[in-house]
């Protein structure tokens, strides 16, 4: 009996620790899943907000990855910056600053910071004031202002989308802090 006793116990413990090992890899499966999923998407929607705002991207393509109430809340969409220039392209580099999500939870915190080196578009000749033809030279698109941002994301019926998202700081505001010091 004793005998029996110690090879259930032996049976129970190694049962137990393949359960343990089985849910660590769905739970590390699940999280690697979520955090490529909020990359893209974060990366994604961020070049498309600015390509709308540039005039080069339908707004109907926004909802794929913004939350409607996002939407309506930011103002960048207000934005008539770019309205009278003919934009060509746009290069846009999204870093993740810090990423907070766990496996068991429909919600994620992000951090990151969106450069737009290059904007790529010119005030045609029939927009341009009198002052402006006076010169020869085309008339570059002004460039994006960069900064960092906190995005919320949530995962609603199996689809990860930015239900918020708020500027912390401008690049310009870094630099003229990185020159103060």
């Known amino acids: 009996m004793d005998y029996l ?3 259930l116990f032996c049976l129970f413990k190694s049962a137990l620790a393949i359960a343990i090992v089985l849910a660590l890899c769905v739970g590390g499966f699940v999280m690697a899943m979520n955090v490529s999923n909020i990359y893209i998407l974060m990366s994604d929607g961020m070049a498309m907000r600015t390509s709308v705002v540039l005039g080069l991207s339908d ?3 926004l909802p794929k990855f913004f939350s ?3 939407i ?3 103002a960048i969409y207000q934005d008539t910056t770019y309205v009278d220039y003919d934009m060509d392209s746009f290069e ?3 870093t993740l600053l810090s990423m ?3 496996p068991w939870e429909d919600t994620a915190t992000v951090t990151l910071l969106q450069e737009v080196p290059s904007v790529v578009g010119y005030l045609p000749i029939s927009k341009q004031t009198p002052e402006q033809l006076a010169n ?3 008339i ?3 460039g994006w202002e960069s900064g960092s941002y906190a995005l919320e994301l949530q995962k609603v019926e199996d689809q990860w989308k930015i239900v918020s998202i708020q500027q912390l700081e401008t690049q310009e505001q870094e630099t003229q802090e990185e020159s103060a010091t």
Do not use: Y
């Open 100 to 102: 907070h999500t766990l």
């Open 5 to 7: 006793i110690r090879f």
């Open 59 to 61: 707004p109907e393509e």
């Open 92 to 94: 846009s580099e999204v």
């Open 72 to 74: 309506q809340s930011d």
């Open 68 to 70: 409607e109430s996002c």
């Open 140 to 142: 570059p698109a002004p």
């Open 136 to 138: 020869p030279n085309k």
